[in-house]
Each structure stands twice: as C-alpha cells, then as structure tokens.
C-alpha cells in the first residue's frame, strides 16, 4: 500500500528511547501511525510506548544483532499486519582523533553507527517489498558532510552511513522503496549533553535543535517527499552552510 499519509505508516524506529526517536515515535503515533520503539534501553523504551498507547509498542533491539533485528521484523509484522518503514536511528558519539581513538573503540562505533543501518536495511527489506514499497530514513549527521576533529570514529561511520544510503536507494528501487540519509546538527538530546558550548552560538541560528524539529523532518521525509531517494535531508542550524568571513570594506 502506498504511503499517502502518517496514519499508513507501520515503522520500526531505532533508538527510540530517547531523543530524536522518541520524538518522532512520539509525533508518528499521534498522528495515527503504528509504532514501534525499538532500543537497548528497556526502561525509557518501554516507558515511551506506553506513553504512546495503542499505536505503538516496545522491541528490545541491539542494531548490530542479525537476530534481534530478525525478531523485530516478524514482531512488527505480526503486530501492525505488516511494516512499510524503518527510520534507523540509533547510534553512539565516541570521541577520539586518529591518533587517539583506541581501535577497539573505532570498531564499537563503526559496528553500531554503519554496520547497525546495514543489518536493518538488509532485515526490513524484504517486508517491505511484501507491502508494495516502503521508506527507510537513516540517521546520518552533519559529520557525515564534513570533518570534525576528535571523531574519527563517529565521522567515519556517519560518511558511510550517507554512501551506504545511495546504494541501498539504488538496490531497492526496483521494490518501490526510497533510501534517504538524515544529517542533524547539535542537537539537544541525552547524547549531547555537557556538549552545548562547542560551536552552536556561532552558527546562523545560533543555538541547539530540538529533538520535535528532527522528527517533523523526518516526517516528511517519510510522507511528502515522494520524488526523493538517495537523497541528503539537513537540519543543521545552518552550520555547514560554510564559513563567516569578516572581509574588510572595500
């Protein structure tokens, strides 16, 4: 079926715990769109869904599990009749530059960040293909535009995230699903905490996102914008828009 509206949606949402997906679980199910909050954190997890009553429901996930990311499939299926949307979200921040970042700790990254996004593609892809098509938005960042010092780690996997996007929207076209990478900025969640003076206020508008300003991103992306796939949503404050230069006056 296709998606004309929030109210057609069957989706999973990773890291739905907190943050950028719980608002958007939050936003989706009120809207009428049958939700499930998936997360390692089984008490803010569950405590979301329950907040979010009928339409929505938890599912303990570990994104770099093949099997919890089989178990979430079938148990949306048998829940919502079948699943049509994935929004990949969850990930971690780890910091460390090249020289710094242990490589055990480079791997921890890369395995919840990238190779998290490509077991859930791999998994839902199927499903929704059975439903006519579907969309999978995943989570990128704006370090997956540019470089930042001190991630390594982070930066890399949010670049592969975007390239891994534009094959995934190539492979499963032919199925009728669109692939588009979502690229935030700061953004005032659990996992920026403590990290609020490191650059916002010198961006065009100079302060943190909200998690609801993402999630009616991602809410687009998911409904309205039907001619887009492989494509890059920013939502960034305007910080890689480029550089202030204070030329001086001619």
């Known amino acids: 079926m296709a998606i004309q509206s929030v109210s057609d949606l069957s989706i999973i949402v990773t890291g739905g715990a907190s943050g950028i997906g719980a608002a958007t679980a939050e936003l989706l199910a009120g809207e009428g769109a049958r939700v499930m909050v998936a997360d390692v954190d089984e008490e803010n997890g569950h405590a979301v869904a329950d907040r979010l009553g009928d339409n929505a429901v938890f599912q303990k996930l570990d994104v770099t599990s093949e099997a919890d990311w089989t178990a979430a499939v079938e148990a949306a299926k048998d ?16 910091f460390g530059g090249v020289a710094k970042c242990p490589p055990e700790e480079f791997r921890r990254i890369v395995d919840i960040n990238l190779n998290g996004v490509f077991l859930g593609m791999h998994a839902v892809a199927g499903a929704l293909k059975e439903a006519g098509g579907g969309v999978i938005v995943n989570t990128s ?10 991630l390594a780690g982070y930066t890399a996997s949010k670049w592969g995230v975007r390239g ?68 890059e949503f920013v939502i960034d404050g305007g910080a890689t828009a480029g550089q202030v230069v204070n030329f001086p006056d001619e």
């Open 79 to 94: 829940r919502f009749g079948g699943l049509n949307a994935l929004f990949n979200n969850a990930g971690i921040v780890g």
């Open 141 to 150: 960042s704006t370090a997956g535009l540019i470089g930042y010092t001190s």
């Open 164 to 231: 891994l996007t534009k094959a995934a929207a190539l492979d499963l076209a032919a199925d009728g699903t669109r692939v588009l990478s979502l690229h935030p900025g700061g953004v005032r969640t659990p996992m920026t905490d403590g990290l609020e003076d490191t650059g916002a206020d010198t961006q065009p508008i100079p302060r943190l996102g909200e998690p609801d300003e993402v999630a009616r991103m991602v809410r687009f992306i998911l409904v309205e914008g039907t001619f887009s796939t492989g494509s």
